[in-house]
Nanobody, 128 residues
Framework: QVQLVESGGGSVQAGGSLRLSCEAS????????LGWFRQAPGKEREGVAS???????LYADSVKGRFTISKDNAKNTLYLEMNSLKPEDTAMYYC??????????????????????WGQGTQVTVSS
């Protein structure tokens, strides 16, 4: 029913760029809050960026100014533009959705435990 599928991960040199995509289906995409999270081996899951139904965004301090979250409601797709990548950005990246049909989410959030639905993840590796 509800499905999120990430793509666009890969290996890049430090200073390079990647664009991640998350295609969604099975729910009213435009009403949900959406987010990108990442997890490196041995570390806890970390909120990277979030966007609410109105387009308001929230970024982790570690990526602010380098990453941009956006969405295309017509395509039911969430994006994460990643620039000036650093080795410490290496992680599995997940997209997630928070909300329910019939309600609008107006507050972007970086707390992973509040999100309802998750994708399978896409690996990003940044070499020095």
């Amino acid at each position: 029913q509800v499905q999120l599928v990430e793509s666009g991960g890969g290996s890049v040199q430090a200073g390079g760029s990647l664009r991640l995509s998350c295609e969604a289906s099975g729910y009213t995409f435009s009403t949900y809050c959406l987010g990108w999270f990442r997890q490196a081996p041995g570390k806890e899951r970390e909120g990277v960026a979030s966007i609410d139904s109105a387009g308001t965004t929230l970024y982790a301090d570690s990526v602010k100014g380098r990453f941009t979250i956006s969405k295309d409601n017509a395509k039911n797709t969430l994006y994460l533009e990643m620039n000036s990548l650093k080795p410490e950005d290496t992680a599995m990246y997940y997209c997630a959705a928070l909300g329910r049909d019939g309600s609008y989410c107006y507050i972007p959030r970086l707390w992973y435990f509040v999100y309802n639905y998750w994708g399978q993840g896409t690996q990003v590796t940044v070499s020095s």
